[in-house]
């Protein structure tokens, strides 16, 4: 059959592009294998560009979808944002889409408040997606983060047990989304968990552990963080310490105090004046003056910043004597103090200027004149 | 004799290129496995970059020459950025344009009696200006010193811990500074942090924000598209997860202001004092010890007009060949060195064998390939060899990063623009990349007479100020 479809086939079809071909294709074998090589690397690059535009095609076609979907919904979301009843009739929602659904929901709560997200969070429950939220906690780890957020939202504490493992997962993002999680839940409850755990965890990078402490708020934070720092060792205590400034200072001023009087490291006792600082006891004046002569420019700053909080009329001497200082920060930090004085008038400011003998600090008091002036 | 000698050439310069596309391909491959993790990790977590309020204040740095027709919306878009607390301070660097009296027009700018640190030289700052408007800008009018100078005259006016250094043609995404500022947030070693830049030409730019992207009517244009593509995605990416990025776009990164001054801030001697500030960071940690992180974002944060021209495009890429032979030369003692690491031991040899002495190796292979075929020394089979690894993997390379970049941020959505950088990751291997490979060499050559360095004029559209 296929010999005689060649002999039958014109020779402008078969027999011409078959001379071309033994023409180009080279005899040297080495060349051969060139040849192969070349045709190998043009069907990969092709093949490669198959796939790009597949993928695209693709993607262009999912966000379609999306944008369909969230279309249809999002005035469904903002009359259950405005009214305590469900607009009727519901929209369907099929099982596909219920991870949109979830997603489309945690986005709207992002920009309502009050009684608007309680409205949503009512919603929610009404249409049982709180049970698909559970449910995906026990997913991979993109559904476990849309089921947290999701129970975040709602806040509810019946949902504690279900969240609470997941603090250990082994993924730094799940175990942070569980504690934020656990903490809109509980806050105090969640800090006696979290932080004892962060001591051991170390992925957990101190800006993320202090927004949960900022989220859970100082009252929350205070009693189990000095219960972790007493029971931790070094350096795991050492590691948790900055996160006392989100503590209530009432009760991180003992600790602060010690520190203080037992000369830490400089990195503990600008951590320990920024809880004096907080605080703003007129009793810690002494340790905080003591703290002024510290070698460390760093200490001595943040004295200077706990002492402005608590500056009295006749402290311009003492913030004049700190113009000289050898640090640049301080001296610019003892210029604002002095420039924010309670009754520094422009006048006294420019008498006191003609009293700095450091040029450097002449510099740093105009500066901050012409700030206080703005 | 002679014969035997010829044919080692031969294969020496088609090992050398399978051997350059190979390692490339390396990169490629594993920017592809970081890239899908990241994208997946920013799908977890969401596409919105997040806002925890706990993000440290960032000083930005805009050294400003001869920028009439741009400066005043780049200054107006950055303080429209998204961030919690940051000021701008833009360094006008002797510019011989109205670049100072826009600024003081604009932005109601009044002389401010303010010290500077001299943590860093400089050349002398004429005077401090500070908005009426805007709490949180400053402008410092000094003598033209480079760019590099007016990064440490920005340095040393910054208040902040971290500054970030911006060019000032160059265009930001609202949400740039939270984004890059992420790895300082995630790991506390963290001292340094650069993004993606991509080319603006052809895009809809709108407030000083880029609206919509698209692709540029000018080839060239097109070309450095596919070309930011490949150099960006894999050429740094690759690096990111081994702690070995040498290369931070001066365009666009963020810097731990401590530890750049305790390098000594910019050099003012060099044309690429981007590459070298962080070449010169690695060295300074790993020398001593001292834990750190460097790295890399594919996010595409920041938006640059590239030249259309091809006079102003080769003087740009000989500048940038310059720059790269000063900063390897420079720290050639951070190679295999006994505390080197992954930037001593992978980067820099890769980057030095590839980047640096690589345009000179590719020209005379291209030379002695072509013209001993010609004159008959070298072999049919050697020559369709050699245009095989050189061009065919060369390609394979360029299609490979419009792959990674469907496969991450689909910044160019339209079929017909992909369909046209296609063609383009074709075409640019015939002509631009070996016109490219001249330049280079050229740039080798400034470096080893060691002209003296000057700032190559950029011809603007200065569209974007409108």
Known sequence: MLSELATSCPAWLCESPRQAWLAVWPKDPMLQLVFYCAIALAGLTVLVMLQVLLLGEVARRRSARRQQFNDQWRPFFALCSLSDELPEPLPVLPRSRQLWFLLQWNRTQLQLRGAA??????????????????ALLHGRVRSKLIGLTCLRHLADPAHWDAVQPLITNRNMIVSLAAAQTLVAMDAVRAMHLILPAAATRPDWALPRLANLCQQAGEQAVTAPLLITLSNSDGP??????????HGDPRHAAPWARARL????????????????CELGDPRDRALLLRALRHGHPDVRLAALQALHKQARNDDSELFLSLLGDRSWWVRQAAADSLATLPGNTPERLQSLLTQVEDRYGQDALRRAMAEVRR | MSIDWLWWLQLGFILYFLLLNGMYLLLNLLSMVSLMSYVRQRAETGEIAPYLGIEPPVSILMPAFNEEATIRTSVRSMLQLQYPEFEVVVINDGSKDDTLTVLIDEFELVPHPEPLRQAVVHQPVQAIYRSRRYTNLRVIDKANGGKADALNAGINAARYGLFCGVDADSILQRDSLLRVVQPFLEDERTVAAGGTVR????????????????????WLARFQIVEYLRAFLFGRL?????????????????????????????????????????????RYHRERRIPYRIRY???????????????????????????????????ARLAFSRHGGTPGWLAWPFMALFEWLGPLIELIGYGFMIGGF??????YAALTAFLLVAIGMGILLSVNGLLLETMSFRVYERRRDMLRLFLMAVLENFGYRQLNTFWRCRGLWQWFSRRKH???AMRRSGSWGQ
């Open chain 2, 374 to 379: 010609v004159f008959g020394v070298v072999s």
């Open chain 2, 297 to 331: 974002l594919p996010d595409p944060i920041c938006w640059t007009e590239c030249p259309e021209d091809i006079g102003t495009l080769g003087r740009q890429r000989s500048r940038w060949q310059r720059g790269l032979a000063e900063s390897l030369g420079r720290h």
């Open chain 2, 199 to 218: 080319i603006a030409n052809g895009s809809e730019v709108r407030g000083g924000f880029l609206i919509r992207a698209g692709l540029p009517s000018n």
């Open chain 1, 261 to 276: 009087e037992e000369g830490a490291a400089p990195e503990q006792l600008q951590i320990a004046l920024r809880c004096l």
């Open chain 1, 117 to 134: 997200r309680e409205r949503m969070n009512r919603a929610l429950a009404a249409l049982g997606m709180d049970r698909k939220a559970l």
């Open chain 2, 454 to 456: 000057q700032w190559g």
């Open chain 2, 238 to 282: 690759g690096w990111s997860p081994m702690n070995a990025v040498l290369i931070i776009s001066g365009a666009f990164g963020l810097f731990d202001r401590e530890r750049v001054m305790a390098v000594g801030g910019y050099r003012t001697d060099t044309v690429g004092e981007d590459m070298e500030l962080v070449v010169r960071l690695h």
């Open chain 1, 236 to 245: 795991r205590r050492e590691r948790l310490i900055p996160l006392l400034v």
